[in-house]
């Protein structure tokens, strides 16, 4: 007889019970550095075409800046080139880094993403709302332009050297809304000028400060600044407009104000691939020591899509996008999970990207009026998929995945009652009782033939799992899910013949499931 040690060794889920997924491939760093030359290519061809005076770009590959690539100057005069350690404004990527100083704050409890936003800035509790029915707004609001307040980027652009007296005159005579309220997406700098009031209130100390001693200084970006006069001569990068006779003219630079908290960093490629890095190193959750500045987890709610803005659905392509907090976020029919958000403000266009899943992120920063290369980023992204490096981390099985996995392959070859009572939740056999299951599994065997080998277990997620046993007329798949009880007992379990032993749970790797790329 059997033993009956059936039970599960690990009957509670503890921290072993949730490994992290990983990347698989020993190859993989090699296969995508091997498309690198090809990026380039991409950079050139785009910076030709747009008659970009100077472009870096970077690719940030498993917490390294893995590679920086340029073309033409810094600064059209001097003739200087533009190399990582040339300093661009990125303008509204400087958004995630007041996100960031946000979350930095409410981890402190210094503040509450609910707060009112007339808890830091009374100006605002004069403000005339556009229904009576509007509830306060808050935060979180302003941080995933959800807030109702008017897309204003021709006119915010202008605002960037405000002063602290003009927000306060500003918001004396009010802000019109084009929304309601918590009800859709609206991009606004205006927003993210008040949340830079908001960390100067609750800091107690000026934004810019508070990010470049929180921020800044923690991930090693010394070269990273809100004041374009503290750039020296030898790297700053010139900002040029292209005019309509194909000439250039030299932008001059705006100053830092009370809206640099929504434009205003400077920064090198050698820094930005730090702060890539820092996004990407947020991913997959797990147990290892977090050493900030800001908790891996906070990080990873900016990168959650708060507000949806659009979904694309033409030439057989889907894509859903919106914004997190201080971030773009979107999904296609390739990445399940796309974060980014572009700068332009005179002189100057860039944009970030990158994928948490797959460890990878692509930046590249211009000295062109509003030259962002979101398309180039875009293609670059298949360059990668070429190499068949660019693959998504695998979820080892959990504990209770895999005992659960012994178990039922025990039934399938020597079905007792009382290992199936041990391993099933309440529900499994009020659903469909022991005796059709029993014949249900015999029939399928018959059918199936002798069965020799089953495979380990296929994890979809922690507690639902897939393992397929090969037969001599077919692979049968098995699917089962556990319960939320402790220990996780199955509440579902399917028996079904397959077409082939490489059939998986779910969609393929990086293709939501239900949108289909094409072909």
Not at 353 to 367: E, K, Q, S
Not at 440 to 461: D, F, H, W, Y
Request: net charge neutral.
């Amino acid at each position: 007889m059997r033993a009956l040690a059936l039970l599960f060794t690990a009957t509670l889920l503890a921290n072993d019970a949730y490994p992290p997924p990983a990347f698989t491939d020993p190859q993989r760093t090699a296969k995508l550095q091997s498309a690198l030359p090809e990026i380039d290519q991409l950079f050139r061809r785009y910076a030709a075409a747009e008659k970009v005076p100077g472009i870096v770009w970077g690719v940030v590959i498993d917490g390294k800046l893995a590679h920086v690539g340029a073309t033409g100057v810094q600064d059209r005069t001097t003739k200087a080139p533009a190399t990582a350690n040339t300093v661009f404004r990125i303008a509204s990527m400087t958004k995630s880094f007041t996100a960031l100083a946000i979350l930095k704050l409410r981890d402190e409890g210094k503040l509450s993403l609910e707060d009112p936003i007339a808890k830091w800035t009374p100006e605002f509790a004069r403000m005339e709302l556009p229904t009576r029915d509007t509830a306060p707004l808050r935060i979180r609001n302003l941080m995933s332009h959800s807030a109702g307040l008017p897309e204003d980027n021709p006119w915010g652009d202008q605002q960037l050297g405000a002063s602290d007296a003009d927000l306060d005159k500003w918001l004396r005579a009010g802000i019109p809304f084009s929304t309601a309220p918590d009800t859709r997406y609206e991009y606004s700098n205006y927003a993210f000028g008040l949340l830079g009031r908001i960390v100067t209130n609750a800091a107690g100390q000026p934004y810019e400060k508070y990010v470049q001693q929180h921020i800044l200084a923690q991930l090693g970006m010394a070269n990273s600044t809100f004041e374009f006069s503290q750039v020296p001569k030898a790297t700053r990068a010139i900002g040029y407009r292209l005019k309509p006779d194909g000439t250039f003219e030299e932008e001059q630079p705006l100053p830092h104000g009370v809206f640099g908290a929504m434009g205003g960093l400077l920064t090198t490629a050698n820094d930005l691939g730090k702060y890539v890095a820092f996004h990407l190193a947020a991913f997959p959750p797990r147990d290892e020591a977090d050493n900030g500045p800001i908790r891996r987890s906070s990080v990873r709610e900016m990168s959650h899509l708060w507000t949806p803005s659009n979904l694309n659905a033409r030439g057989g392509t889907a894509s859903i996008s919106g914004y997190g907090y201080g971030l773009r976020i979107a999904s296609d029919c390739r990445f399940n999970h796309i974060v980014s958000h572009g700068g332009g403000l005179p002189g100057f266009g860039s944009y970030m990207a990158w994928l948490p899943d797959y460890g990878v992120g692509i930046f590249a920063m211009t000295t062109l009026t509003y030259s962002g290369p979101s398309r180039t980023i875009n293609q670059a992204w298949d360059v990668l998929a070429k190499t068949g490096g660019l693959q998504k981390r695998e979820a080892p099985p959990s504990k209770p995945l895999t005992e659960m996995r012994a178990h039922i392959w025990n039934l399938w070859n020597d079905w007792t009652d009382a290992e199936a009572n041990q391993i099933a939740a309440m529900n499994l056999f009020l659903d469909a009782p022991i005796p059709q299951r029993r014949a249900e599994i015999a029939a399928l065997k018959k059918e199936a033939g002798r069965c020799a080998t089953a495979s380990p277990v296929i994890p979809e997620n922690w507690l639902r799992g897939q393992f397929n046993i090969a037969c001599a007329n077919g692979p049968i798949g098995v699917f089962f899910t556990l319960a939320p009880t402790q220990p996780p007992l199955v509440q579902h379990i399917e028996f079904r013949r397959l077409e082939s032993d490489k059939i998986r749970m779910g969609a393929p790797t990086g293709a939501p499931a239900g949108v289909a790329c094409s072909e």
